[in-house]
């Protein structure tokens, strides 16, 4: 099962930026698709942007405009540039790839804290 580990998160002031990155221990070329998802305390994970194999993006109505995810085969990585973060971005983010049909994985997850 493809292992992966994100990383980029931290602590911004609002209005600040932050890029996260999730790393694959295996080619991500011929994945179907990889995410981005998000859960704050008490709320459920939801989805906040993905790019499918061929490289088209979409993203939750919440991060259009703000957030972009893009990806790099060569280095395994996709990633996740945040900007114009807002204190409601606070939340764990996760890295999820569907692999096939019937293979998925998720990453551990990286807490981005969005405060002044």
């Known amino acids: 099962q493809v292992q992966l580990v994100e990383s980029g998160g931290g602590l911004v002031q609002p209005g600040g930026s932050l890029r996260l990155s999730c790393a694959a221990s295996?080619?991500?070329?011929?994945?179907?698709?990889m995410d981005w998802y998000r859960q704050a305390p008490g709320k459920q994970r939801e989805f906040v942007a993905t790019?499918?194999?061929?490289?088209?993006?979409n993203y939750a109505d919440s991060v259009k405009g703000r957030f972009t995810i893009s990806r790099d085969s060569a280095k395994n990585t996709v990633y996740l540039q945040m900007n114009s973060l807002l204190p409601e971005d606070t939340a764990v983010y996760y890295c999820h790839a569907r692999v096939s049909v019937a293979g998925e994985s998720w990453g551990q997850g990286t807490q981005v804290t969005v405060s002044s």
């Open positions: 790019i499918t194999g061929g490289g088209t993006t």
């Open positions: 295996e080619s991500i070329f011929n994945f179907m698709h």
